[in-house]
């Protein structure tokens, strides 16, 4: 049993039995056995009482997002002891809990609670009803990390992905049927565009595809920057560009006279800083280059200086990612022995390599290598191994610490990956691009906390 350890409330009882004491001429108080009826007991007075609110939540599960029925819900500390069970939907409410701050205590058989999570700790008022923050825990079936969860199809060989945390959604890079003259009955033509999916797997719009006109001509990445809009690296030849759309989908022009993204060839990937910089792979050119907010060229580094990563890389520059402290990873396909993941700090600093292009063989070994991703809870490194048909992780040192994916079909295998992008939660999105889908994966398993099963 986990317990989310509760503030008892001892402080509280320390008062009531001093002031007993005072008001019973050095008699300390003593309610009825709570549990008895009887006239002695512990000395403990009773939660009905003392002031007190009503406590409302909800339990879901990690993995799902959906809620977990019959978990116990206590709060410590108090007596008699103060516990209810969720409902079929995850909910539960506590009635008669102290007025203090206080911390819950949850079980259910075969699940766990990850520290990660944090203490679910509530100010309960008096006479007021509170809510409790979201409690997610985890079943022991979804031990093995990165099972797969869930996929959304209907998709036509996707390829570039993001997700935008701030708003929860998911962007991929997907061809649309475009209708020429559907008065004609001529034929559809196969276009690129982006779809935008809540992370449960619902489409909630679709925009960019277009004929002649600011379209999309070999799109590969996208990015999403903190307010919602999206940037799509476009190698190919009628665009060579990175376009922009707004949180709503909108193309966004650039300025009359002005080119954004200046000196870049053939942009192979893009990604966002938390500052607002842009970092792009620059496959023809073989440079990452970094631009302002403004676009301009070149950003700087916190020292105010111009942000150029000490490297010097090749033609095989793919995949570009950031993580939350602004550090940069890139791939180089065809990077010397051992370079082919590499991580800047924030100054352009090389700090950390590892990888080769070679095989199939597990730990640094890639074939095709495409993207990667960062799990900012934990700074491990997921790397599309495209060629090989999985994904392999890394811990934040380029240590190897597991693999998934294979060639095939079924839920969990792959044709051709493309892509990857992790939430907040640390799901994982894979774009299967021969399999017309994105596949969602469950996070790696976080410490969890002492005694570890709910």
């Not at 116990?72 to 002891?81: C, F, H, N, R, Y």
């Not at 060989?157 to 559907?182: A, K, Q, W």
């Not at 033509?189 to 797997?201: A, E």
């Not at 999206?230 to 650039?254: E, M």
Request: hydrophobic share 35%.
């Amino acid at each position: 049993m986990i317990e989310v350890i509760a503030r008892r409330t001892f402080g509280i009882v320390a008062l009531a039995l001093a002031a007993s004491v005072l008001a019973g001429c050095g008699k300390p108080y003593t309610s009825p056995d709570p549990y008895q009826g009887g006239n002695g007991g512990s000395g403990f007075p009773q939660v009905t009482q003392l002031p007190s609110g009503t406590v409302v939540g909800r339990v879901v599960d990690t993995r799902t997002g959906l809620g977990v029925t019959d978990v116990e819900v206590s709060v410590l500390g108090v007596m008699p002891a103060r516990s209810t069970r969720t409902n079929g939907s995850g909910d539960f409410t506590l009635n008669q809990v102290p007025a203090n701050k206080i911390k819950l205590s949850l079980f259910k058989q075969g699940y766990t609670y990850l520290a990660a999570n944090g203490d679910v700790v509530v100010d309960v008022l008096a006479g007021n009803t509170v809510t409790a923050p979201e409690i997610k825990i985890s079943h022991q079936m979804d031990a093995v990390p990165n099972s797969f969860v869930m996929s959304f199809g209907n998709l036509d060989r996707p390829r570039g992905l993001t997700i935008d945390d701030t708003n929860g959604f998911m962007h991929v890079v997907t061809r649309e049927s475009y209708p020429i003259n559907t008065a004609l009955n001529l034929p559809f033509m196969k276009v690129w565009g982006v779809r935008k999916f809540n992370l449960s797997g619902g489409l909630k719009d679709q925009f960019g595809a277009s004929l002649f006109i600011n379209d999309l001509d070999d799109p590969q990445g996208i990015a999403a920057d903190k307010g919602g809009n999206l940037f799509v690296s476009d190698p190919g030849k009628k665009s060579n560009a990175i376009r922009q759309y707004d949180l709503n989908g909108n193309y966004v022009r650039p300025a009359a006279n002005t080119t954004e993204f200046a000196g870049i060839n053939k942009p192979y990937d893009v990604s966002v800083l938390r500052t607002g910089v842009f970092g792009v792979s620059s496959a023809g050119n073989s440079q990452v280059k970094f631009f302002a907010q403004d676009r301009s060229t070149p950003a700087q580094n916190p020292n105010n200086a111009p942000l150029k990563l000490e490297t010097a890389f090749s033609s095989g520059l793919r995949g570009i990612t950031v993580d939350g402290n602004d550090n940069v990873y890139v791939i180089d396909a065809n990077a010397g022995a051992g370079k082919v993941i590499q991580k800047f700090d924030a100054y352009g600093r090389l700090v950390l390599y590892f990888g080769y292009v070679s095989s199939s063989r597990s730990g640094s070994h890639f074939s095709n290598p495409t993207d990667l991703a960062i799990d900012n809870r934990n700074g491990e490194i997921y790397v599309v191994d495209a060629g090989n048909n999985r994904i392999q992780r890394f811990n934040h040192d380029g240590s190897f610490l597991s693999e998934f994916g294979a060639m095939g079909q079924a839920n969990g295998k792959f044709n051709e990956p493309h892509s990857i992008a992790l939430d907040k939660d640390g799901f994982v999105y894979v774009s299967d691009t021969n399999n017309n889908r994105v596949q969602k994966f469950a996070p790696s398993l976080l410490p969890q906390v002492g005694n570890s099963t709910l």
